[in-house]
């Protein structure tokens, strides 16, 4: 059986190969975090713009403080932003705050802390030895007029929004979102604001999914839920394939009203796995069916959380216009031993703590895949991997985040 990584290589490998590039819009610069970028952030000037002072002290010659005691005066002061028009000349100093240019003559900052003002008036006591350059930046040090700060495609972060911001750019062109559509399936489904009937359940995974679409930077289409019908299954679908990516839940198991793949395949579905080593999420399906990537999620609710983050995200990824992302796995110590029998790759619910500064991942107890209440104590998903299924107390394991708690 396929492995998780290997699923999610294929998944990379099939919606790269769609070569869908999504439209463009402009967006305002501070609202593009999680955005890809579709243009290339060349820098406007220099930077530093000029030699900047890293500390607040005194800019010196280092000529002059090759020793540590060396006396000498000062002939005015740099504020950040300030101009200082003479130069400094041998024997002199001038006080100089961070973020400040660095006068001509001067080519070494001197902390303020390492000084102390002479008995005479303007007399300054350097107190440490200075070397040509310390707590100076040089001008283009960090970039040069006309290089490429951000390329195209990159992924919109707060510090890319910082360097965009730094060149003056208050608008940046963005791709689209994509659009995934959702669709639920199952008879014992209702509507969230529904009141179920004794054998019914609630719509929980449509709204799960469409958090998790966002979370994955892309739009959330609700489609609803079809009953395990053909003929309306099949219009579901049809429907979802007008978005950039279906999603569904349910009906991907062996089960006799288990429709998603014959209704998939009868409208032409290419399927590259209908099975994974995992669990929660054996029976997920992928496929590209009317050009467009289809994911039949197990309807389990702890299943369609595992093998959306899985295998849709990196979807989610290319389809927004960048590059898929890789797991994003954290390392946490184990509280307590944990086993599994069956050889496949699991993902149990588990809590990450930060006792005492030490990162602590304990298992919770829970019921399967169906108990969404013992996932929601936790925050992450603990990883027992295929290849090693008895971990010990104080190992170092894999943690699987949930999407913005961690
Ligand atoms: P299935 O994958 O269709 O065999 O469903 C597996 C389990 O998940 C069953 O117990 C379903 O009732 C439950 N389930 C399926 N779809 C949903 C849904 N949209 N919301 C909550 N639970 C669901
Ligand atoms: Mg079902």
Known sequence: MLSYE????????VTAGLRRIPAREKLQLQNSAGRILAQEIIADRDYPPFDRATRDGFAVRAADCREAGAKLRAIGEIRAGGEFAKAVCAGECVQIMTGAAVPRGADAVVMIEHTRSGAQQNEVTIESAAEP?????PRGSESRAGDVLLR?????????????????????DVYRKPRVAI????????????????????????????AQVELAGAEAVLLGNAPDRVDELRKMIERGLQEDALVLSGGVSMGKYDLVEEVL???????FFDALAIRPGRPAVFGICRGKPVFGLPGNPVSTMVTFELLAVP????????????????????????????????FLPALVEWPSGQTIVT?????GSGDIAALARGNCFLVVHQSKLKLAAGEWVDVLPRRGLL
């Not at 399936?185 to 449509?206: H, L, Y």
């Open 6 to 13: 290997d699923a999610r290589l294929k998944v990379i490998e």
């Open 133 to 137: 350059g310390t707590n100076i930046v």
């Open 152 to 172: 195209a495609k990159t992924r919109i972060g707060y510090a890319e929004i910082a360097i965009a911001g730094q060149v003056g750019r208050t608008e940046l």
């Open 183 to 210: 669709v639920s399936t199952g008879d014992e489904i209702v509507a969230v604001d529904a009141q179920p009937g004794p054998f019914e359940i609630r719509n929980s995974n449509s709204v799960s999914l469409a």
């Open 265 to 271: 395949r009868g409208l032409g579905a290419e399927f």
């Open 315 to 346: 979807a989610v990824d290319i389809l927004s216009g960048g590059d898929a992302r890789p797991l994003p796995l954290l390392k946490a110590k184990l509280s307590k031993g944990v086993e599994q029998k069956a050889a496949l790759t699991h």
């Open 363 to 367: 298992e919770l107890p829970w019921q």
